[in-house]
C-alpha cells in the first residue's frame, strides 16, 4: 500500500517542484515572481483540452502548440504585468500578476465554460500491477517529466549560451547589460520558460484530475510555499523541496489520516523557515550597499 | 365657465383612468423570486437544474394568470459554493430585489450560512437541493425555512439500511471535510448505532484533493467492505479513480453528490459502480406528468435530447414540485409577506406533484416535504441516471 502512496506523493511534489521551478527562474533571473503561475498551469491544462478534445487535433500537435502558446503567455505577463512596474523599482508587479491570475481564470471560466471535464488520455489504462494495487503510465511519467525537467534546466543553465545568460543576469544585471547581454530578452525568456514549465504540470496532471477554470489556485500557492521551503533561489532545493513536500502530504495521509494533512504539512513548513529563514537548501543573500 | 364644465366633466374620467392605469402597473409587476446556487464551477450543473426546474414551474404558472394575479420572474444569483458570497447574495436579493421567496442550491455550508439570515429577515427559503439536517431543523424560534428534497439524517439510514440489502458488514466512511460531511458522519454512526454495529472508520477529503489514494488505503486496512460516500461531483469521481488505482472492487453507495455534474464523464468507465440516492429519475417511462415536464424541457430547451441531457433529473424535479408549493403557499396566504407565506405553507393541505403526491407536506413542526419512502437509488449508465433495480 506504501507504493502507491509514494507513488502519488512523487507524482504530486513533482507537479509542485514544476511550477515552484518557474518561481525560481524569475525570481533568480529578476528578483520577481510570477504570482499567476498557478493559472498558467490552468491554462496549459485548458489549452491542451481545447486543442486535443473540443477541437479534436492530434495530440503530437496539440501539445507543442500548447506550450507554445503559453511560453508566448509568459512573454506577455512578462512585458505587461511586470516590466513596467520593475523598471520603475515599484513592488507593484506583486499584485499586477495576483490580479493577471485572477484575470486567467475568469476568462477562462467564460470561454472555457464552468463544469469540470475529463482530459482523458490512452496512457492512464497502461497500468503497472504492483502488488494488490496499480500505477498508470501517466502517474510514473509525472515523476520522470519533473526530474527531466529539471535536469534540463540544469543542463541548460550550465552548457548553452541563454544559461550563461542567464547565469550572468542571476549574478549581475547590470555586469551582464555593460557585456552586451539584453537582460530584458533574459528575463522575457525566464518568464516564458517558467510558464511552459506550469503549462507542462497543467498537461500531466490534467489525465488524472479534471479540467477547471480553478484548478491551478491551490496548486499555485503550494507550490509558492514549496519554492520558499527549497530557497527560492536554490533550483535544486526547490525541487527537491516540491518532492518532499509532495510525498510529506502523501505520508500524512496515510499514516495520521486527511484531517491532518494540510494542517501538518503548514506546520512543517512554518517550522522549517522558523529554523531556517532562507529554505532548506537556500544561501543568504547579501546586498552590497 | 367652459374651463369649469370641462373640468367638472372630465376630471373624474381622467382621474378614474390614473387609477385603472396604476392598477394595472401593480397588478403586472411581478412577484419576484430568488435563486442563489452555483452556476460556476465543479457544481454548476447543478444551479443550471434546478434554474430549469424553477422555470418550467414558472412558465406553467405564468401561463395560467401567474400568483395573486402577477407574473412570477426568477431572478438568480451565483454563490459559487462558497457560503460567504452565497449569504451577501441571498441579503442583496432579499433586500434590493425584494424576492418574496428564496430558493437555495446544493451546498450545504452555504444554505446553513443563509438560514439565519431568512429567519431574521422574516423571508421563506426553500431548500430545493442541500440536504443538510440543520438546515430545516436550525432552532430558530420563527422558522423560515422550508424543503423539497433528501434530509441527510433520512438520507444514512437509507444509506445503511441499502448497504446492508447489499452484503455490508464492516462499512467505511469517506466524506467531504465541511459542515455538510459532519452532518453525515454524525447521521451515519447513528443509523449503525441504531443496529447495533460499531462506530465506521471515516475518512474525509477537501474538495481540491488530487489524490484519495491515501484516504483509501487506511479504510482498506481498517477491513472496509463497504464504502458510504459523501462528497461532490468532482471528489467523487477522485474517489473512483483513486479505487481504480488500488485495483480495489468494493461496492461504493453514495449521498446524492455524483448526480450534480459530469460525473459518468469525469469519473469515466467505473462511474457504474457508485450507487447514489435520488428522489427522482426520469426514464423511458415515466408519469403522465413526467413525460410532460420531459417534453417541456426539450421545447424549452433545445439542447436537451436525450435522457443523458436531463441530469441531475433531482434538480429539476425539486425545484419544480417546490415552485409549485411556493404557487400554492402564495395563493393560500394571498400576500407575498414573509410571515403570511410562511403560514400559506402550513396551509397546503393537497398537491399533485411530479416526485409524488404531497398530501400536507408541511406543518408547523415538520418543514421537509420528502421522507425516506420518497428516495430511489441509481447509478450512472454512460452520461445518463438509471434507477438500480432492488
Redesign the interface.
Known sequence: ?IT??LV?GL??GSMYALLALGFHLTYAVSRTVNFAQGSAMMVGAVLGYSLAVTWGWPLWLALPTTLVLCAVLGLVIERFLVRPFHSRGSDAWLMATVAGGLLLDNLA?FTFG?????F?SALTSLRL?LG?????AV?LAIPLAGAGVAATLYWVRRRTQLGLRLEACVQNPRAARLMGIEVNRVVAAAFALSTVFAALAGLL?AP???V???MGT?FGLKAFAVAILGGIASAGGVFAAGLLFGLIE??V??YF???FT?LLCFALVIVVLAARPDGLFGRKLWVKV | MFTRSLLRRWLPCAALSLACCTGFVQAAEPIKVGLVAALSGQSAKSGEALTRGLTLAIDEINAQGGLLGRPVELVRRDDESNPAKGMLAARELIQREKVSVLFGGLDTPVSLAIVPLANQLKTPFMGIWAAGTKITENGAKDNYVFRVSAVDEQVDEALVAYGLRQGMKQPGLILANNPWGESNLAGLNAALARRDMAQAPAERFEDSDLDMVPQLTRLKNAGVDTLLLVGNVGPSAQVVKGLQQMGWKVPVVSHWGPAGGRFGELAGPDAGRVHFIQTFVFGTHNSARGDALLAALKQRYPQVKTLADVTPAVGIANAYDAMHLVGLAIDKAQDTQGAKVRDGFYAITDYAGLIKHYQQPFSADRHDALGPDDYVFSRFDGDTIVPVKP
Not at chain 1, 464552468?114 to 475529463?118: G, I, S, T, V
Not at chain 1, 494488490?132 to 498508470?136: G, K, Q, V
Open positions: 500500500m502507491t502512496a502519488s507524482g504530486l471560466m464552468k463544469e469540470p471535464r475529463q482523458g500491477e494488490d494495487s496499480s500505477l498508470n502517474q496532471i488524472l484530475y479534471s477547471h477554470a480553478d491551490l502523501a505520508l495521509t496515510l489520516g486527511s484531517a494540510q
